[in-house]
């Protein structure tokens, strides 16, 4: 860092008792930008003045002046004795339960794709001209593009005077007004109530009821969440309690999501695996959930089920029966059931469909209606949506116990508010445009559009990765990605266990360095013992989800061959 980015015009004017205009560029009312909106001056050093100047060795003096930390250069801290003072914060002092945290869907081999990136933009060489990152669900990075509508009007609220502008639709403008109306000041900028904007709470509430065929819904279950992560994390820290045998215990599904079991680690919580059946299109089986709930109540107590419909990383879509089933047995042991349901809009196997976990529940009748607690979640980041970035979602609860509910709203109360632009986006996707509005054949047309691309997608990451001897893959019912099962030779597996890897890990990190192909281990998402995996989207256009494809069976085909000579 140079002397004169060191110095601010305001540390010259407290070391020389310079007056304000000692450097000429003050940003008062008066202050200009070149076009472009930046300033000609760049901003690691002083800007020119036309009234004053200072020399090298006033700058000099100024800055020997300032103390080591005023001049933002570190400075050692020294004890008594002279030695130096050792760090408050280290990895033997912060909290242990965030060492334990993993995320491997952005893990090393993420961490590799982002330095080959690096690396190939030196104009280093390999045998790959780009890295395709298909390790995860980012529809937008990927090339999706964005509803027309939807960013319409948030482009409307965020900008109120383009609400003048005619070349906006008045069925955007109208949404837009209706959103404003409800912030602070009109405006995104201000904080909403804790649970959320009440509008779009009560448009939520609407869209359940359309959704469940006529369930009542009431806007007070509704939170609206920074995502759907938020609501299950917020949800989760209500269930973990107690020690020992009396640690609260949350059953998740194998293969999972990163984000549970990273979660449970943090918070201390027990992981009680319940493995979906692979030989069964990823199902849930209710003898494994009895095996798995009668295990852990030998060393923690089981208070939540979380099941991810339909599923990530597998695909799959849960049929009505086998929701019901699981619902009796949440019944049964007194387990607390959160419905991951983020993919709800994609589903593309012949035969499937989507059942929400609270329409199931209602139609069972009183006896499960009015007792099994429910907390299902919904997200703008996915679907034909994508919107990834904004960070807008919702939760609904049932039949939660009203003071328990009163905590709740406590602790969503300490981040203040989910994204403003979020809340206003999950707004225009529980409430798109309707018949007869301008904007509606538009939205149709992109919705419709995007679904069954991802429908052709499914269908064809299927075909190909079957045809690859040694790979096997499930029909990708629904959600974004496969999950298909991989042979690895014992040779491989041995050298991965020599380099103190995972073989699957292995394999993943050898096709990302001889192809740019960036997947996740089924490691990272847990899978029974001896068997091998990796998860891919299925985002990517067409045409390059095509040759990612190719090349993942042209990889294999030569690894296989390597690792078996």
């Known amino acids: ?33 070149q076009s472009g909106g930046r ?22 003096r100024a800055l020997s ?57 030196e104009g280093i060489e390999k045998p790959f001209a780009e890295v395709i990152k298909a390790n995860i669900g980012d529809a937008h ?28 639709p008045e069925d955007a403008k109208n949404r837009a ?9 009109f405006s995104m900028g201000a904080y909403s109530p804790s649970q959320g904007i009440d509008s779009v709470r009560l448009d939520v509430a609407n869209y359940i009821e359309r959704r469940d065929g006529g369930v009542p819904c009431d806007p007070e279950n509704i939170y609206l969440t920074t995502g759907a992560s938020d609501g299950i994390v917020t949800m989760l820290k209500l269930l973990v309690c107690g020690q020992g045998m009396d640690c609260t215990g949350v059953m998740i599904s194998i293969p999972q999501y990163p984000l549970y079991s990273a979660a449970l680690a943090e918070l201390g919580a027990v992981q009680i695996n319940y493995y979906l059946n692979e030989e069964n299109c990823w199902s849930m089986d209710i003898h494994e959930l009895q095996r798995a709930v009668n295990e852990a109540r030998q060393h923690c107590h089981p208070r939540a089920l979380c099941v991810i419909n339909p599923g990530n ?40 469909q989507f059942h929400s976990f609270k329409k199931v529940l209602f139609e069972m009748g009183p006896e499960y209606s009015e007792s099994v607690e429910l907390a299902s979640f919904h997200s703008t980041s996915k679907c034909y949506m994508g919107e990834c970035g904004f960070r807008g979602g919702y939760m609904e609860v049932i039949n939660m116990d009203d003071d328990v509910k009163a ?15 979020g809340q206003a986006l999950m707004d225009l996707v529980v409430n798109p ?11 149709i047309k992109e919705r419709t559009a995007t679904l069954s691309a991802l429908a052709e997608k499914a269908k064809l990451t299927e075909q190909i990765l079957n045809t690859v001897p040694g790979i096997r893959c499930n029909p990708v019912q629904g959600a974004m990605y496969s999950f298909p099962s991989i042979s690895i030779p014992e040779k491989a597996v041995q050298e991965a266990l020599e380099k103190g890897q995972q073989p699957d890990m292995f394999y993943c990190m050898k096709m990302l360095e001889e192809t740019g192909i960036c997947l996740v281990p089924g490691s990272g998402f847990g899978q029974k013992d001896g068997t091998y995996h990796f998860r891919m989207t299925i985002l990517p256009p067409i045409d390059k989800l095509t040759i990612l494809l190719n090349k993942v069976k042209t990889f294999h085909q030569k690894f296989t061959q390597q690792y078996s000579s």
């Open 1 to 33: 860092m140079s002397a004169t980015s060191l110095l601010s015009p305001r540390n010259l004017r407290l070391l020389s008792g310079a007056p304000r205009g000692f450097l000429g560029a003050s940003r008062g009312p008066h202050h200009h930008h």
């Open 39 to 60: 300033s000609s001056s760049s901003p690691l050093t002083c800007p020119p003045s036309s009234s004053s100047s200072v020399s090298p060795s006033t700058m000099c």
């Open 65 to 121: 002046s300032l103390t080591t930390s005023r001049r933002g250069l570190p400075k050692e801290k020294m004890s008594e004795n002279g030695l130096p003072r050792p760090k408050v914060l280290t990895l033997d002092t912060m909290n242990p339960t965030v060492k334990m945290v993993e995320y491997a869907v952005r893990g090393p081999i993420v961490q590799r794709a982002v330095e080959l990136e690096k690396e190939l933009s």
């Open 141 to 168: 990075a990927m090339g999706q593009q964005p509803i027309t509508f939807f960013r319409q009007v948030l482009a409307l609220c965020s900008y109120p005077e383009l609400l003048n502008d005619n070349t906006f």
């Open 177 to 185: 007004r209706r959103i404003l109306q409800s912030c602070g000041g």
């Open 313 to 352: 990383p597998t695909g799959q879509v849960q049929s009505r029966q086998c929701i019901e089933d699981v619902i009796r047995f949440a019944a049964k042991e007194r387990l607390f059931l959160m419905a991951d349901e983020v993919y709800q809009d994609n589903v593309y196997a012949e035969g499937c």
């Open 407 to 421: 905590q709740l709203t406590k602790l969503v109360s300490v981040r203040l508010c989910a994204p403003v632009p």
């Open 433 to 443: 445009p309707q018949p007869g509005e301008p904007s509606y054949n538009c939205f």
